[in-house]
């Protein structure tokens, strides 16, 4: 049922999800949030409507956005709740919301689309402040852009029925889909969305454990390092290598992309405008300048799709065949930072491979032990513990002084995979597993812990400091 086989462009899980209780907690929830994303196979006159509805969303926004800001700039602290209030008055007699006969058009969408960006603004204001607060970096919330932001608006609950391949919403009745609800439970919400020249309908669904819960087909352990020219190394000596969808695509997008500026700068020349647009000003949208678009907007869109289909395989695998995952916490903010990785970085997409394996664990009892930053998972030597200090980034492998070969990546995942036997041991009051022990293998079986995330640095084994702690500044700051 969990499997991420299927094509993503059909239909998959979207992934940002809640649990009722703390994200990372030692015992599974009673109940979890889950959310199926479907295709929506519209109708024209459905496009025609989920187009309106979604800028209708937008306006709304950057309306409660401007008043937001005005209230800060007098010193107050915006409060969405009367502004709502104070929307919903105006809404059908105010001119701004007139059409050109003087009929109020947003009676023409349904209420949920103009509604929620309120609650949205209000949870962006309020982790903006907490931030704040909190002395970390924190940016307010921004005016949405057509054509620059995601184009999605909210139905609520009691305004959605499903029934098996099709969904009934206001407004547009029934509306055919790829699939029918994998997810059995109550339906909290759903939000469309548009992915190039498609609409995804993604439900929210509040399951219970019994069903949420996924059974393992293995209980082994495995350490996992994240490369540039190996995606993933495993503790079993296997590498797994990434698609990388972008440079395989690049050319072609910088083609479609040329192409698409010129017809841009066509557009202005026959306006007579000269370096940047006016603000206010409407360029003619020829179909030529909108057949372009359309090409490159799904260029990025078959990326993306090839991107999370590789991610989404490879976490399921690693979560299904073990009971623990360990896993190193690599800073990829600073990791960006340099421009000859950070293209290779992003088109294996470090940071959503963490995401989905933390979300995943909870559902399949997988533990997932983070190594500390600072660990030097690579310059230990798995066979006699003895660090090479020495070792630079450009070297691929390496002999130790005990006489030991080491691959780079494997030695690395050996460690972690060690790490990962040690945490657990320790936990459930076993021996640790000697250095005998079969890579990939479990130090027997032990009870699953859903999800939870054990970091370790000093606790297990020996663990010296990197050598780059001094140049930690030029990289990222621990947390």
Known sequence: MDDIAHLPCLSGWNLPWSVRSNEFCSSIPPTMLLSHRIRIEATSEQRDYFARAAGTARRVWNFALAECQRMVSCGQRPDVVVLKKQFNAIKYTHSDWLDSEGKPWLRTIHR?????????????????????????????????????????????????????????????????????????????????????NHWFLAVQVDVFDDAALLPRSADSIVGVDLGITVAATLSSGEKLAAPLPLSAELRRMRIRSRRQSRKLQAAK?????????????????????????????????????????????????LCRENQAVAIEDLCVKGMMANSRMARAISDIGFYEFRRQLQYKALRYGTTIVVADRW??????CSHCGAKNSLLGLGELSWTCICGAYHDRDVNAAVNLHRLATGALAAAMALPVASQAVTPGT??????????????????????????????????????
């Open 112 to 196: 949920d689309a103009h509604a929620q960006p309120f609650a949205n603004l209000g949870s962006a204001w309020g982790r903006y402040f907490s931030a704040l607060k909190a002395g970390k970096p924190a940016h307010p919330p921004a005016f949405k852009r057509k054509g620059r932001c995601r184009d999605s608006f909210y139905v609520a609950n009691d305004r959605l029925r499903l029934e098996g391949k099709s969904a009934i919403l206001p407004k547009v009745g029934r509306a055919l889909l790829a699939e029918a609800l994998r997810l059995p439970g109550k339906i909290m919400g759903a939000s469309v969305s548009r992915e190039a």
């Open 269 to 317: 020349a026959g306006a007579e405008i000269a370096g940047e647009i006016p603000k206010g000003t409407r360029l003619t949208f020829s179909q030529n300048r909108k057949k372009g678009a359309h090409a490159l907007a799904c260029l990025h869109t078959r990326i993306a799709r090839v991107r999370s289909d590789f991610l989404h395989k490879l976490t399921t695998r």
């Open 375 to 380: 660990y030097p998972s690579s310059k230990l």
């Open 442 to 479: 479990a130090a027997g079986r032990l009870p699953a812990e859903g999800g939870k995330v054990t970091p370790v640095r000093n606790e297990y084994g020996r663990q010296d400091g990197s050598g780059q702690e001094e140049d930690g500044a030029n990289v990222c700051t621990p947390s």
